[in-house]
């Protein structure tokens, strides 16, 4: 039996889902495991062309945009591996990254869910993978004084593996069991904030919430929304794609 599921939501992501999974077809012997792609009724040629290229993964293809959640929900709910890897299609992984978080999980029983550091593509930390719950008080701090101490944890060791409140949907490192006794995603979020719930309800159940940051991977970041500045000119996102993704950003949090 394999040992990892790799969940990847597609919407537009383009050429960086063809890149995503050439990472992935690269990593096979690291790891037994099995790719599912579910696309949410990309108007791009990204998922006929990834179709054709990786012929050996599985494929589901949704007629509308379920959101992020839910679509991720159809292939960990068909799962039958100890570990799921939930992964943005814009990011990249190097050897070695899936085996290590696979060794951490299996001798750390308590860890419900891990992610290693998160590099945008200049380098710098994407600090949505390491993250404080957006408490009234953590908020006030970030938004009104600029002080992200709470809401971005950044008086922790950054160097060495230690507990977070949340780690980011573009790539979360998950048990299997943990989630049997959690539930998935809430569906009712459409776009954004699914993962600082799901890590909640982890915590709840007390299990941990990790950081790793021994290992890796890049995220482009904002590629399918195209609302980030540092990718607007790599995505495709309409203007009303973009209006939408503001809008479920501000209404979630």
């Known amino acids: 039996m394999n040992k990892l599921t790799v969940s990847i939501v597609n919407y537009n992501a383009g050429e960086y889902l063809i890149k995503c999974l050439e990472s992935l077809r690269s990593l096979k012997n690291e790891l037994s495991m099995d790719i599912v792609v579910v696309d949410n009724a990309s108007i791009d040629s990204s998922i006929n062309v990834a179709k054709k290229k990786f012929p050996e993964f599985k494929y589901i293809i949704n007629k509308k945009n379920l959101g992020f959640g839910k679509a991720h929900n159809l292939a960990i ?137 021994e290992v890796k991977i890049i995220h482009a970041k904002g590629v399918s929304s195209g609302i980030k500045k540092h990718s607007q000119e790599k995505s495709i996102a309409s203007k009303h794609s973009k209006f939408v993704s503001i809008g479920f950003f501000y209404s979630t949090m």
């Open 77 to 213: 709910k068909n799962a039958k591996t100890p570990y799921i890897l939930v992964l943005n299609p814009d990011c990249r992984m190097g050897k070695g990254v899936i085996p290590y978080l696979y060794e951490f999980m299996e001798s750390n029983k308590d860890v419900g869910v891990c992610s290693c550091r998160v590099e945008k593509e200049d380098g710098s930390l994407d600090k949505a993978s390491h993250r404080g719950f957006p408490t009234p008080w953590a908020s006030f701090l970030y938004f009104f004084l600029k002080n992200d101490r709470l809401y971005h944890l950044t008086d922790r060791n950054m160097s060495a593996p230690h507990e977070v409140d949340s780690v980011v949907g573009a790539f979360m490192f998950l048990r299997k069991k943990t989630l049997d006794e959690t539930g998935l995603f809430d569906e009712d979020y459409f776009l954004y904030g699914e993962d600082i719930d799901l890590c909640y309800r982890i915590k709840e159940k007390s299990y941990k919430v990790m950081y790793v940051p």
